[in-house]
């Protein structure tokens, strides 16, 4: 049976004083980030919350900072409204889904940092390269940032960092769930909550596979048959 519809907001102040005023009732708030097309994956992270605290929120925000110019930006896959009916058929439901425009928009202009059209091509760009609407403030794990994932996607883990920073400072949540599929991104979260004394818990719960065996994934909805084997092929070898 599908629960209730989850409030939506799409403004910090706002999704910052609902989870103050939440708080101040003796709720405790868990925190799913994801950037959308929600899998089982996801649907995981969130029972995970719910054993953990009172609310849930889940965030929805495909994070431009943490893709190159020569990343999927422009063609991340998502879809609002299926995320939304995913998200009632979870046992329990979630109760906010915080689904910001752009969160560096500091409302100096439009043309800045979040996914904005750059002056020439007119193509989709990550604000890594425009500068930005006064964004300039970065968070770098940056021992842990530097190798695996890190050597071929050098902005990646600082803008995950970075926005996971700011979804902290908004929501204020007691506990955040994360997916230990992105392992070094998980270790990199841990270590910066340690590193700069957030108050939050981290929680990393194991991977969710498909029947295939291939790890549950927003990008897989990309794949081709071909991709999916190929992709099934360099985990076997591995493995070996
Ligand atoms: O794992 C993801 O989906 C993203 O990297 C995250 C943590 C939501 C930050 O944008």
């Given at each position: 049976m599908a629960n209730k519809d989850p409030l939506m907001i799409t403004d910090k102040d706002e999704m910052r004083k609902w989870s103050r005023s939440m708080r101040a009732q003796g709720k405790t708030i868990g925190l799913v980030p994801t950037m959308g097309y929600l899998h089982e994956g996801h649907l995981s992270l969130i029972q995970e919350s719910h054993k953990q605290t009172h609310l849930t929120v889940v965030s929805i925000y495909i994070n431009p900072g943490q893709f190159s110019p020569t990343e999927d930006l422009s063609t991340y896959p998502s879809d609002l409204l299926g995320d939304i009916q995913k998200l009632k058929s979870?046992?329990?439901?979630?109760?906010?889904v915080f689904n910001p425009k752009n969160l560096y928009d500091y409302g100096n202009n439009d043309n800045g940092c979040g996914v904005g059209l750059d002056q020439e091509g007119g193509k989709v760009v990550s604000c890594v390269e425009t500068g930005g609407m006064g964004h300039e403030t970065w968070v770098r794990v940056e021992r842990l940032e530097k190798d695996l994932c890190g050597k071929s996607r050098p902005v990646f883990f600082r803008g995950v960092a970075t926005i996971v920073t700011k979804l902290f400072n908004i929501v204020e949540p007691d506990v955040a769930v994360f997916g230990k599929k992105d392992y070094q991104q998980w270790r990199i979260i841990k270590r910066m909550v340690r590193d700069l004394d957030f108050g939050i818990k981290v929680i990393g719960t194991e991977l969710a596979r498909d029947d295939d065996g291939l790890a549950k994934s927003s990008?897989?909805?990309?794949?081709s048959p071909d991709d999916r084997q190929k992709q099934r092929m360099v985990k076997m070898i591995a493995k070996s």
């Amino acid at each position: 049976m599908a629960n209730k519809d989850p409030l939506m907001i799409t403004d910090k102040d706002e999704m910052r004083k609902w989870s103050r005023s939440m708080r101040a009732q003796g709720k405790t708030i868990g925190l799913v980030p994801t950037m959308g097309y929600l899998h089982e994956g996801h649907l995981s992270l969130i029972q995970e919350s719910h054993k953990q605290t009172h609310l849930t929120v889940v965030s929805i925000y495909i994070n431009p900072g943490q893709f190159s110019p020569t990343e999927d930006l422009s063609t991340y896959p998502s879809d609002l409204l299926g995320d939304i009916q995913k998200l009632k058929s979870v046992p329990g439901g979630v109760d906010v889904v915080f689904n910001p425009k752009n969160l560096y928009d500091y409302g100096n202009n439009d043309n800045g940092c979040g996914v904005g059209l750059d002056q020439e091509g007119g193509k989709v760009v990550s604000c890594v390269e425009t500068g930005g609407m006064g964004h300039e403030t970065w968070v770098r794990v940056e021992r842990l940032e530097k190798d695996l994932c890190g050597k071929s996607r050098p902005v990646f883990f600082r803008g995950v960092a970075t926005i996971v920073t700011k979804l902290f400072n908004i929501v204020e949540p007691d506990v955040a769930v994360f997916g230990k599929k992105d392992y070094q991104q998980w270790r990199i979260i841990k270590r910066m909550v340690r590193d700069l004394d957030f108050g939050i818990k981290v929680i990393g719960t194991e991977l969710a596979r498909d029947d295939d065996g291939l790890a549950k994934s927003s990008r897989n909805a990309r794949l081709s048959p071909d991709d999916r084997q190929k992709q099934r092929m360099v985990k076997m070898i591995a493995k070996s």
